[in-house]
């Protein structure tokens, strides 16, 4: 014998009845559907914003410091190199101070302004020759080298190159503390 199983169903305010789950469920996906979509039309846009610019952040470039004919030769010159940061939609200019020391030569070698140590910025003493950091006494001589003090290596060079007797620069931050210049 054959046994009917009973419907629930639900009457709408025009007085149609229809079965109760079927009109649940099929709301419930719809629901779904939708939430999705505006879900996906809001990540999309989010995403590129915080991706890309974390890309575009990584961009250098060569930024002109100085006259190469206005460096002395064999003294330290600290140079102001300002560049614009880009941040998502925010551009900023951020001015850091460097070192470029132009030799005999005409060649320029240019240092990071931070103590490899541990990230303090150091000054050059013109009586010593030497450049000195204050925090934890690193001492470096005119090529970069350690002459004394806890640093675990030379002061960062940066990139140079020279163009129409203009001095250009690539700026980089390096990690400190490390025996290897990596930069960041
Ligand atoms: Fe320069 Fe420590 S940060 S010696």
Redesign the pocket.
């Given at each position: 014998m054959e046994v009917e199983t009973p419907v629930s169903t639900d009457e709408d305010e025009s007085g149609v009845s229809t079965p109760v789950g079927t009109r649940r469920s099929f709301f419930a996906r719809v629901t779904a559907a939708i939430s999705a979509v505006i879900g996906l039309s809001l990540t999309i846009p989010i995403v590129g914003y915080v991706i890309f610019p974390a890309f575009q952040r990584k961009k250098q470039e060569w930024v002109p410091i100085a006259k190469i004919d206005d460096l002395p030769v064999e003294q330290p010159k600290a140079l102001d190199y300002t560049v614009t940061e880009k941040d998502g939609w925010l551009e900023t200019k951020a001015t850091k101070g460097i070192w470029a020391i132009k030799h005999a030569d005409n060649e320029v070698t240019v240092f990071s302004p931070i103590?490899?140590?541990?990230?303090?910025g150091?000054k050059w003493d013109g009586q010593d020759r030497l450049f000195k950091?204050?925090?934890?006494?690193?001492v470096y001589n005119l090529k970069g080298i350690v002459q004394a003090?806890?640093?675990p290596r030379p002061l960062d060079t940066l990139p140079v190159k020279v163009e129409n007797g203009e001095l250009l620069v690539i700026y980089k931050e390096f990690k400190?503390g490390l025996a290897d210049q990596t930069e960041i």
């Open positions: 103590c490899p140590h541990l990230g303090c150091y950091c204050p925090c934890h006494g690193s003090g806890p640093a400190s």
